[in-house]
């Protein structure tokens, strides 16, 4: 039972333009919501997250939007460049059910930025 | 050091062999975690330990796997008798307190054949 559901396995944009990456979630007690960037054999490196009292998170290109109502949020990259190019997790967990340890992921979403 | 680091980045092992996979966390990190990602999937949680004590190992997909922290700084992840189903990325993460964000060491990439 996929608690964390990013339902595009890929993605494509022209260099410049916006990207867009979505996540579902199911589980109502998640509060908290984190986006990681992966390369190859690299880690998991943390993006950007959203606690659950928010609706928007803004950090230099990278915004993220939350609807809690829809269990649903987003990832935009404006501009988009080339070295955004890598595979995206979105994540989340529950802090106030005490588990605020333990990340739920998503399968990812590689996003390719074309020059 | 200055991120989370992980030996052998690769491994290769035979069913039913013993394997043990080693990460050293972020000097000061007194939470560690253990993920695993299998092929097309986002990583799963393991076991996560405060300090010495594994604080939550509900992770775990059975007891051929174990894992230590015995001065609450390396931890090893330990697999028994493996199986061809084991492959996958092992990942281990550590951070300050358990409720601060996690960081991400490259991952022990194990092939069982």
């Known amino acids: 039972d996929q608690q964390v559901k990013q339902n595009s396995p890929s993605l494509s944009v022209q260099e410049g333009r916006i990207s867009i990456l979505n996540c579902d979630y199911t589980?109502?007690?998640?509060?908290?919501f984190l986006w990681y960037k992966k390369y190859p054999a690299e880690g998991p490196t943390f993006l950007i997250s959203i606690s659950s009292i928010k609706d928007k998170n803004e950090d230099g290109r990278f915004t993220v939007f939350l609807n809690k109502s829809a269990k649903h949020l987003s990832l935009h990259i404006v501009p988009s460049q080339p070295g955004d190019s890598a595979v995206y997790f979105c994540a989340a967990y529950s802090g106030s059910g005490g588990s605020n340890y333990k990340l739920t992921f998503g399968k990812g979403t590689l996003l390719t930025v074309n020059p | 050091g200055a991120g989370v680091s992980q030996t052998p980045s690769n491994k290769v092992t035979e069913k039913g062999k013993y394997v043990e996979l080693r990460c050293d966390p972020i000097?000061?990190?007194?939470?560690l975690y253990w993920y695993r990602q299998s092929l097309g999937q986002g990583p799963e949680f393991l076991i996560y330990f405060q300090g010495t004590g594994a604080a939550d190992d509900s992770g775990l997909p059975n007891d051929r796997f174990f894992a230590v922290r015995p001065e609450g700084s390396v931890s090893t992840l330990k697999i028994q008798r493996t199986e061809r189903g084991d492959s996958a990325v092992y990942l281990c993460?550590?951070?300050?307190?358990?409720?601060?964000?996690?960081?991400f060491g490259p991952g022990t990439r194990l092939t069982v054949t």
């Open positions: 589980n109502s007690m998640f509060d908290y």
């Open positions: 993460a550590s951070s300050l307190v358990s409720d601060s964000l996690p960081y």
């Open positions: 000097s000061g990190h007194t939470a």
